[in-house]
């Protein structure tokens, strides 16, 4: 957009330059007054005499009249563009404000969602450890009551083994 603005206003200051004037024409010159141009001649050294200065350049009222309206306009393409870019910077500020919102919210449910899932995660940690120590006791009660089992076998045998060799 900004080079877009340049290129107008270079075409244009382009075009207004090469623009033929109305020096040409004797009648427009002879109605115009002549303007003389402002600048200052230096200051002369004590030595020098007037007759050195430098003649003083004299412009037509229409030719200034066209430098001025160009410069006019270069000024308010200048001020156009400038509101432009402005604006353009303000909007990227509220699409900034408006990202920042939205990444903090995003933000913000990811993190509840992180705080459930590792609620729950805990919650199956524990009913499994709970599951896998229940399982432990089982096998524990089953080997006590199979080597008790066996125990009782053999204590049965030996005591037969009393009482018929006794």
Do not use: H
């Given at each position: 957009?900004?080079?877009?603005?340049?290129?107008?206003?270079?075409?244009?200051?382009?075009?207004?330059?090469?623009?033929?004037?109305?020096?040409?024409?004797?009648?427009?010159n002879?109605?115009?007054?002549?303007?003389?141009?402002?600048?200052?001649?230096?200051?002369?050294?004590?030595?020098?005499?007037?007759?050195?200065?430098?003649?003083?350049?004299?412009?037509?009222?229409?030719?200034?009249?066209?430098?001025?309206?160009?410069?006019?306009?270069?000024?308010?393409?200048?001020?156009?563009?400038?509101?432009?870019?402005?604006?353009?910077?303000?909007?990227?500020?509220?699409?900034?404000?408006?990202?920042?919102?939205?990444?903090?919210?995003?933000?913000?449910?990811?993190?509840?969602?992180?705080?459930?899932?590792?609620?729950?995660?805990?919650?199956?940690?524990?009913a499994?450890?709970?599951?896998?120590?229940?399982?432990?006791?089982?096998?524990?009660?089953?080997?006590?009551?199979?080597?008790?089992?066996?125990?009782?076998?053999?204590?049965?045998?030996?005591?037969?083994?009393?009482?018929?060799?006794?």
């Open positions: 957009m900004l080079m877009r603005s340049l290129a107008v206003l270079f075409f244009a200051v382009a075009f207004a330059l090469a623009a033929p004037s109305k020096a040409g024409d004797a009648q427009s002879a109605a115009n007054t002549q303007v003389a141009n402002t600048q200052a001649a230096p200051a002369q050294p004590a030595g020098e005499s007037p007759a050195a200065e430098a003649p003083v350049e004299t412009v037509p009222v229409d030719v200034m009249q066209e430098e001025l309206a160009i410069r006019d306009s270069v000024m308010q393409l200048r001020d156009s563009l400038c509101t432009v870019e402005k604006d353009s910077l303000r909007k990227s500020v509220v699409v900034e404000e408006a990202k920042c919102a939205n990444w903090e919210q995003s933000y913000q449910v990811m993190k509840q969602n992180n705080e459930v899932c590792a609620k729950a995660l805990g919650i199956a940690i524990e499994s450890e709970k599951d896998k120590d229940r399982a432990d006791e089982e096998r524990r009660k089953a080997a006590v009551m199979s080597s008790s089992s066996f125990m009782g076998g053999l204590l049965v045998g030996a005591l037969l083994f009393w009482l018929i060799f006794d």
